[in-house]
């Protein structure tokens, strides 16, 4: 059964638009039946550019992505979350709809590459687009299928740290 993970950011433009590639990205190149969701509170309605970038120089396609709400998410019809991750400030202090199927929730804080300066924009992306793909394969060497939900949230937790 395919473990869905959500990545909430409040905009859903950059951090969990990396994180949605990054997790999907590595799932299928190590054949784990993972599949990465990313939606915003607040969509932006568009995906940053160096976020496509990022994603485009590490091999992945990013085309088909769109900035979409987290309402898309919870009503009939969508999958079953068992893993919440919110990657930004703002939005892991939202209050956060009732997802269906009581996920395991977590928060990995990343800075707004967005916020850095023109001309570092570019490297600011690649480097969240790393340390994220760093946590991405974390995740994927947890033993997903057969983890409660409290040693999931503690693995979360612990990876968090790291």
Known sequence: MTTNVLILCTHN???SVLSEGMLNHWAAKLGKDVRAHSAGSAPSGR???FAIEALANA???A????SKSWDEFVGEGAPE?????TVCDSAAAEACPYWPGSPVKVHWGYPDPSNAAE????AAFELTRQAIGYRMLQLLQLP??????AELQQALVDISRS
């Open 144 to 149: 997903l299928g057969t983890m409660s939900n």
């Open 47 to 49: 995906i940053n550019p």
């Open 59 to 61: 091999g992945i396609d």
């Open 81 to 85: 979350m068992r893993v919440v991750i």
């Open 63 to 66: 085309s088909g992505y769109r």
């Open 119 to 122: 001309a570092q924009k570019a």
């Open 13 to 15: 433009s950059a951090r």
